[in-house]
């Protein structure tokens, strides 16, 4: 089964550019439904054999947890950072003002990466933690967050995994609009930081498989071929280094290599302590919803392809619709309080793709308990499985955009046959889900809420152990 799943995967491999991804959803569909079939069969062929034996293996469970108390409770779970130099990660941030084109993005790479706090939180938020976060500065909060991870050493031969912390994808992306960067420069740091790494004997040891990075960008910008043309991106992942490498990004190819995990986009909301969160899991349960579905963004007129039109032409004729149309004056979708204000009056919030299949909108929907509606897979199922449940049905509403695209479902239809004890629980879900969905603020050094860090560095652990054994 594995090589089958192998083989066909390869012939849907093609992740290559932003155009492509749309072509492979409905194989895929089928494929993953297969082996989803035969997981559920797996999981009950062990189950039973694993209830067979668990009289007699109780006995020797409790001894080994008592065994394990005495024991360090890092073991295994050691992380040592490199302590690389200030070009491969502060001094990008240095660079903010040229970062892009388009926004001065000094306010967002400052604070730990979480930007400026919001003062005015109005009845909207709650009092505490909420910030103005720019959605390309994953790197920065991650790094910070990291240093208050509970399990880091200095000695690297403790450790069982390794972060390199260069800002990769503020790095490719600053310079992926400067006309005048050749393409070996767009990848000089990158290139630079591999030959550091593959000198150390941290990673001679096992060949860098115990190695991991973080990319605040899409798989999309980071995987160019080779330094011909006018190639979009940079190319992080196609370095043979790097293949040996666990890649964690804000959106995977769901294809091929399958050294990339998904970890959520970052949101506004980045609490210091549970209370905090508590406290907005209450408010968000409690707040009235007058609207079934909502959609804030913009149509996509130059994309071939896209479903944005038909989702604002179903929105505008509905009245059970709420549009936030982000190209029209004054609609302040990038003011936390106008969007979050949007998503907590809404029961549904659509999340087509837009320029790729994830979205940081889906992130900010689900911190509002509003119950997000997929229309690919890509868009978070094949995406965020280290954070979402397997069923997607109990948090969220799948509509394929092909039929969206071909005008034969009625988005508002669909979403009225959910009854109000249904709805109620798939908001329930969404946010008993909240605290893995967001970073936490790095300034503090946490208590008992585990968050979207939390569950990345768990995952990390995993698949290292996974590929090269205790
Ligand atoms: C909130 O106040 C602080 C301190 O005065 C300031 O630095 C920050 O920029 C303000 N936030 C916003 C969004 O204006
Ligand atoms: C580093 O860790 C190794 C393996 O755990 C241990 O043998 C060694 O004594 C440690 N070195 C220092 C300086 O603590
Ligand atoms: C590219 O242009 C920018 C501004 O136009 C300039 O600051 C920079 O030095 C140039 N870089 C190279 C490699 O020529
Ligand atoms: C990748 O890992 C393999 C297996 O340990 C090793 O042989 C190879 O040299 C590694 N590649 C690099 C570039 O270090
Ligand atoms: C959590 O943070 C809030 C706001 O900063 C503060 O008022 C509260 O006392 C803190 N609670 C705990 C248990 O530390
Ligand atoms: C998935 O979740 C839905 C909604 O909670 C439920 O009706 C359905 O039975 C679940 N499917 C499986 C296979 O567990």
């Not at 991991?212 to 370095?239: M, Y």
């Not at 963004?297 to 549009?323: H, M, N, V, W």
Request: with cysteine.
């Amino acid at each position: 089964m594995k090589e089958k799943e192998k083989s066909t995967l390869k012939t849907l491999a093609l992740c290559k550019s932003h155009q492509i991804w749309q072509m492979h959803i409905f194989p895929l569909l089928i494929s993953s439904l297969l082996v989803s079939l035969f997981l559920l069969f797996l999981s009950y062929s062990s189950c039973s054999s694993c209830s067979s034996s668990s009289s007699s293996s109780s006995s020797s469970l409790t001894l080994s947890l008592s065994a394990a108390a005495h024991s360090d409770p890092c073991s295994g779970k050691y992380l040592y950072i490199y302590d690389l130099p200030d070009k491969f990660n502060a001094g990008i941030l240095r660079d903010c003002l040229a970062m892009f084109p388009w926004v001065d993005m000094c306010p967002y790479v400052a604070n730990m990466g979480l930007g400026p706090h919001i003062n005015e939180t109005g009845s909207v938020l709650t009092e505490t933690g909420w910030h103005i976060t720019n959605q390309w500065v994953l790197e920065v909060i991650f790094h910070n967050r990291i240093r208050q991870y509970e399990c880091l050493t200095d000695n690297s031969s403790q450790a069982d995994v390794f972060f390199v912390p260069y800002y990769v994808g503020l790095d490719t992306g600053r310079k992926l609009w400067r006309q005048n960067i050749s393409l070996q420069e767009r990848d000089s740091l990158l290139v630079e930081v591999m030959q550091l790494l593959k000198s150390r004997p941290e990673w001679l040891a096992k060949g860098g498989r115990d190695h991991f990075i973080l990319s605040g960008r899409a798989t999309w910008d980071l995987r160019r071929e080779d330094d011909g043309g006018n190639q979009w991106g940079g190319k992080l992942l196609t370095l043979p280094e790097v293949k040996n490498m666990t890649v964690l990004l804000i959106e995977s190819c769901p294809w091929e290599n399958d050294n990339e995990f998904a970890i959520p986009y970052p949101t506004n909301f980045h609490p210091s302590n549970e209370s905090q969160v508590v406290t907005w899991q209450a408010k968000v349960r409690s707040t009235n919803r007058p609207w079934l579905f909502s959609f804030a963004g913009a149509r996509r007129p130059g994309q071939a392809g896209s479903i944005r039109d038909q989702l604002f032409d179903q929105c505008l004729k509905s009245t059970r619709c709420k549009l936030l149309d982000c190209v029209s004056a004054g609609s302040n979708c990038d003011i936390p309080v106008t969007t979050m204000s949007l998503f907590q009056s809404s029961s549904f919030c659509l999340q087509p793709p837009g320029d790729t299949p994830t979205r940081r909108s889906a992130f900010d929907s689900m911190l509002a308990g509003c119950i997000p509606v997929f229309f690919t897979p890509h868009s978070a199922y094949t995406q965020y499985k280290w954070y979402l449940p397997n069923n997607y049905s109990e948090y969220s509403v799948y509509i394929p955009d092909n039929e969206v695209r071909e005008g034969r479902v009625s988005i508002e239809e669909v979403l009225l046959k959910y009854s109000e004890e249904e709805i109620g629980n798939m908001k329930e879900k969404v946010i008993s889900m909240i605290p893995t969905l967001i970073y936490k603020d790095p300034n503090y050094k946490l208590d008992s809420v585990r968050d979207a860090f939390d569950v990345a560095v768990d995952g990390v652990l995993r698949r290292v152990k996974s590929i090269i054994g205790n």
